[in-house]
């Protein structure tokens, strides 16, 4: 693996695989070799060299593909009622339908959160060096609040002023959500006086379905060195763990609309009266919420004797309300420089934090 970005010093992914490397752990490849420039104390990675993965598929390819063909059978059935809780649920018991229906990916949704939950804790167990996890102090929360709104201001202001970039069919629901935008203020305000009993961890950075291999049983995570273009000093920072588990619930949401993005036969054909759209947008939200509702509950239970997230519903849950709305914001930014239609998944995704409450308990 070449990189295009090059600085001075340590490389965030070559540290990240060394670790988890001499950890011994089974489902990151492992690091065989570095490729570097140096002159005097100047070192600049240039490259890895690492272990090759055999894989079937990426994992956004294998649950995209998972749901068309879910879709494709489900049309026929009536769509159970929405779920109870927002875009996840922390506790309340799995719907037996639901169960029947979604299957086999729903386990590999719980065992891909419980790699997740292997994958954190694996870099949480130094006793000493860079990866020594730090307390979650309440000058860092503070710090992190202030940074959430700063996000979330930013991204309203730049949807304001972008709205010609906004396709037709979702103009309406962007201007709903520039108007609740003070409702999501007020989903991240308890975290200003709301104490956090947990750790930050180096992480990931970049956890989605794009940044892990499907073997055809089980689950690799690649690209570790973080969003390239930040300064690899910021990508170092450790952070909560909830900042992972946000961005890979959001990949959930997006493997539910792949196949309508990239145009897949059947999945257009059935876009095509207004009818089965609403069929296909409820059975979309219901997978989401429910592949990420299980990718989570399967983490907490991998992580539950460890200080990872806070012990206590209402508190875990206002961190990953944080982090969602945080990162929806990052993604809708994003989606508007490309002029992407995928915008409609952080567009979407936030108002259903204003309508559903975020995070079900």
Known sequence: ???????????????????????????????????????????????????????????????????????????????????????????????????????????????????????????????????????????????????????????????RGHLDHVPENLRGPAEQLLGAEGQLRSVLRPLRETRVHSTRIRLH??????????????????????????????????????????????SFYYSSHAPFHRHAAGATAMMESAANRERVQAWAELWAHWMGTEFLRSYRACTKNSRLLPPEGPELSLLLNCYLIDRACKELNFNLVQSSGWMSIPIEGLLRMVRGGGVGA
């Open 1 to 159: 693996k070449l990189f295009r970005k090059l600085d001075e010093g340590d490389n965030p992914e070559e540290e990240m695989l060394r670790r988890l490397t001499e950890n011994g752990f089974t489902h990151a490849p492992k690091l065989l070799g570095t490729l570097e420039y140096r002159r005097g104390m100047e070192r600049i990675v240039l490259g890895l060299m690492e272990e090759y993965i055999h894989c079937e598929a990426g994992a956004m390819a294998y649950f995209s593909d998972q749901f068309q063909i879910f879709i494709e059978r489900a049309m026929t059935d009536q769509v159970p009622g929405a779920p109870r809780g927002g875009v996840i649920e922390l506790d309340g018991e799995l719907p037996k339908k639901v169960r029947e229906l979604f299957g086999t990916p729903l386990q590999y949704a719980r065992l891909l959160g419980g790699r997740a939950g292997d994958l954190h804790m694996s870099l949480a167990s130094a006793e000493f060096g860079e990866f020594v996890p730090e307390p979650f102090t309440d000058f860092y929360r503070q710090s992190i609040y202030h940074g959430f709104l700063g996000t979330l201001g930013r991204t309203m202001e730049f949807l």
């Open 205 to 250: 950075g970049d956890l989605h379905l794009d940044q892990v291999l499907f073997t055809g049983k089980d689950f690799v995570f690649i690209d570790f060195e973080g969003d390239p273009s930040r300064p690899a000093s910021e990508r170092r920072i450790k952070s909560s763990p909830a900042r992972d588990l946000a961005a890979m619930v959001w």
